[in-house]
Nanobody, 122 residues
Framework: QVQLVESGGGLVQPGGSLRLSCAASGSIDSINVMGWYRQAPGKQREFVAAITSGGSTNYADSVKGRFTISRDNAKNTVYLQMNSLKPEDTAVYYC????????????????WGKGTLVTVSS
């Protein structure tokens, strides 16, 4: 019974900024990698950014230098600061986390949020 809930999406003009957050809750033993994916209409879901429990980060080339991922391990929350937004960034952004549940601690598996819509338009 693990859940991920995203928030912070909305409408922003090109060049603007948004900060997304995703909080994990439920029967959590530990969280390994947390990250963000996005999917635009008619396109495949693509990787955006990820961060390990130790703070190592990875970004898609399309967002590198503009987006910053961070996490608060005490709150089981991951953030995505998005700056210099472009119309091409318009998509539903999904939170993803590799989580070890207290129900089955032998292995971890991926969980997904329901997504939050980011629209970049003038």
């Amino acid at each position: 019974q693990v859940q991920l809930v995203e928030s912070g999406g909305g409408l922003v003009q090109p060049g603007g900024s948004l900060r997304l957050s995703c909080a994990a809750s439920g029967s959590i033993d530990s969280i390994n990698v947390m990250g963000w994916y996005r999917q635009a209409p008619g396109k495949q879901r693509e990787f955006v950014a990820a961060i390990t429990s130790g703070g190592s980060t990875n970004y898609a080339d399309s967002v590198k230098g503009r987006f910053t991922i961070s996490r608060d391990n005490a709150k089981n929350t991951v953030y995505l600061q998005m700056n210099s937004l472009k119309p091409e960034d318009t998509a539903v952004y999904y939170c993803n986390a590799e989580i070890v549940s207290t129900i089955v601690i032998a292995f971890s598996r991926d969980y997904w949020g329901k997504g939050t819509l980011v629209t970049v338009s003038s």
